[in-house]
T-cell receptor
Framework: GAGVSQSPSNKVTEKGKDVELRCDPI?????LYWYRQRLGQGLEFLIY????????KSGLPSDRFSAERTGESVSTLTIQRTQQEDSAVYLC???????????FGPGTRLLVL | AQSVTQPDIHITVSEGASLELRCNYS??????LFWYVQSPGQGLQLLLK??????LVQGIKGFEAEFKRSQSSFNLRKPSVHWSDAAEYFC????????????FGQGTELSVKP
């Protein structure tokens, strides 16, 4: 595709439910990143994938958060037992290689009631 | 630890006036620095980046930024602001030795007066 795509664009869920967010990176990009943006704040790094290397999970806020990536394609971010503080926009980005320009998707707006 | 500080949460300038958005970073090695813009309902768009070389970097939409190592700064400038520049601006540092994850500042919201 032309750019990074994310789905769903919006997600409303009840506290305690699990949610899955999807990211399709730009074709050929080896690096994929997930960030979280709370209302009125900057972006927080969550997790990074590079090829077949072990992902950098240093930004995941709790063990309720996990992510997977299949090869150099689609990634899913899973939040288990959602809490109200998980409400945020979740942004995915990809780049050809680490340290190259990251291209961001439109984000998934998550609201936990 | 790496960090980015954008001291101004909100700035208002008149259309046609000059603009400078401040960014200070904390990073032990040579930083990779970025400015992104986020318009309402839009995704993040890269304005410009500094990896190495010339410390004055030109970007899109008439923006430029200057890397000053001695001041740990990477301020964004534009000589004449247009109403369409109203948006949220984010400075970020690339943690290069950690695979390229970005550390973002809190953002500066720019309003433009007619």
């Amino acid at each position: 595709g032309a750019g990074v795509s994310q789905s769903p664009s919006n997600k409303v869920t009840e506290k305690g439910k699990d949610v899955e967010l999807r990211c399709d990176p730009i074709s050929g990009h080896t690096a994929l990143y997930w960030y979280r943006q709370r209302l009125g704040q900057g972006l927080e790094f969550l997790i990074y994938f590079q090829g077949n290397s072990a992902p950098d999970k240093s930004g995941l806020p709790s063990d309720r958060f996990s992510a997977e990536r299949t090869g150099e394609s689609v990634s899913t971010l899973t939040i288990q037992r959602t809490q109200q503080e998980d409400s945020a926009v979740y942004l995915c980005a990809s780049s050809f290689y680490p340290r190259e320009t990251q291209y961001f998707g439109p984000g998934t707006r998550l609201l936990v009631l | 630890a790496q960090s980015v500080t954008q001291p101004d949460i909100h700035i208002t300038v008149s259309e046609g006036a000059s603009l400078e958005l401040r960014c200070n970073y904390s990073y032990g090695a040579t930083p990779y620095l970025f400015w992104y813009v986020q318009s309402p309902g839009q995704g993040l768009q890269l304005l410009l980046k500094y990896f190495s070389g010339d410390t004055l970097v030109q970007g899109i939409k008439g923006f430029e930024a200057e890397f000053k190592r001695s001041q740990s700064s990477f301020n964004l400038r534009k000589p004449s602001v247009h109403w369409s520049d109203a948006a949220e601006y984010f400075c970020a540092v690339g943690a290069g030795n950690q695979g390229g994850k970005l550390i973002f500042g809190q953002g500066t919201e720019l309003s433009v007066k007619p």
